[in-house]
């Protein structure tokens, strides 16, 4: 097989189509802090891998990069991340690993990632799949991260910037804190500090675990007060080029860093008359899927699926249910962006923030405010 000029790629060179790598290559442009350096598998490898699996010259330019991150930043592992572009899905899921320090296992991630988009049907014609490297950002309590919108809150016009101890992606699955940024003056509009007991955090090199906060910890705000107002200048900085995106950052103590970049903008329902009922089926496993039937039109995400990142259980979910389903997600939608592949299976979702509900509860799901809303009774 005719060897590939180039199989890793700087973030400058990457001409792809991947909405997480151009994400990365807007942050540079606007000037805001991420990891460096961040290195890209070429595009082409994937067509390479589906024949003769990962060449021995691929691994070797690979461990050179591996060996670059790590001379460049000592203290900090490799992190191997998904760069799917698939037409019709805007935001594949897949899986992630944590803070690298075995080049072997790194080898095995890449592959985790090829593999689950063949396993998923991903590389069908026009997509692009590969994976990128970068150093880990992985805050230590009581340090932590979050995200950003630009969309406002309950409501109310701003910056939203929502944060938790440890590793960003506790938004998603945790109680956490919102502060709310007046866009143009830069002054705090609201703050909302929730009780915080539980965030997630890299433990080793394959595993993110549920850590218990400190109670001193657990009533007060995550970042500190000039903290939020720096970010805020960061996603207004950001703004201006870009316009209104999703921003996720993690905080050490050398300073912000920002991991993703993702176009987004809130969406109201308009659809006022819209409304269904019907018993739930809360899925924990993949065996649940087949207690789903015809007559199921709510699904319920058991919260521990989110928290454990079962990339894998979502995936199947999302792209194996015989009918289109009503989707009652954990979270909201600016933290709940891995539940978007639901969407685009054609399924409805509705973000429940961290309410609970059990096999075989009757729930009515209604517009409220221009969100859909499900409750176990109608709304008045």
Do not use: W
């Amino acid at each position: 097989m005719r060897r590939l000029k180039k199989y890793i790629l700087n973030l400058d060179d990457y001409q792809g189509a991947s909405p997480r790598i151009t994400g990365f290559k807007k942050l540079k442009k606007a000037g805001l802090p991420i990891p460096d350096p961040v290195l890209i598998i070429n595009p082409d490898v994937f067509e390479e891998y589906k024949k003769i699996g990962l060449s021995d010259y691929l691994i070797k330019e690979l461990e050179k990069g591996y060996q670059k991150i790590r001379s460049k930043n000592p203290r900090k592992g490799v992190i191997v991340r998904r760069a799917y572009s698939v037409p019709g899905i805007e935001s594949p899921p897949g899986p992630r690993s944590s803070s690298l320090k075995d080049f072997s296992i790194l080898v095995n991630e890449v592959k985790k990632i090829f593999d689950f988009a063949i396993d998923n049907k991903f590389d069908i014609d026009a997509a692009q799949i590969t994976a990128f490297i970068h150093p880990h950002i992985n805050p230590k309590i009581p340090l932590g991260g979050g995200c950003i919108t630009g969309n406002g809150y309950n409501g109310k016009s701003g910056i939203l910037i929502e944060a938790i101890y440890g590793n960003d992606e506790g938004v998603q699955s945790f109680p956490h804190d919102d502060y709310l940024i007046d866009f143009e003056k830069n002054k705090f509009i609201e703050k909302i500090v929730h009780y915080k007991n539980q965030c997630l955090s890299a433990i080793n090199q394959l595993e993110y675990k549920i850590i218990f906060l400190p109670r001193k910890l657990r009533n007060i705000q995550v970042l500190s007060d000039r903290t939020i107002l720096k970010i805020a200048r960061h996603y207004r900085k950001f703004y201006k080029i870009f316009g209104h995106h999703r921003l996720e950052f993690d905080v050490l103590k050398t300073g912000i860093f920002y991991i993703e970049a993702i176009p987004y903008a809130k969406k109201e329902n308009n659809q006022s008359n819209l409304q269904f009922s019907g018993k739930v089926v809360r899925v924990k496993t993949i065996k649940d899927i087949d207690r789903i039937k015809t007559t199921n039109k709510i699904i319920f995400i058991d919260p521990k699926v989110i928290k454990s990142r079962n990339m894998d259980l979502l995936t199947y979910v999302a792209c194996n249910l015989s009918e289109t389903k009503v989707i009652l997600y954990p979270g909201t939608v600016s933290t709940g962006h891995a539940s978007i592949i639901f969407r685009e299976m054609g399924h409805t979702i509705v973000y429940v923030g961290f309410e609970i509900f059990n096999d075989e509860e009757e729930i009515v799901v209604q517009v409220k405010d221009g969100e859909l809303m499900a409750r176990r009774q109608l709304l008045i």
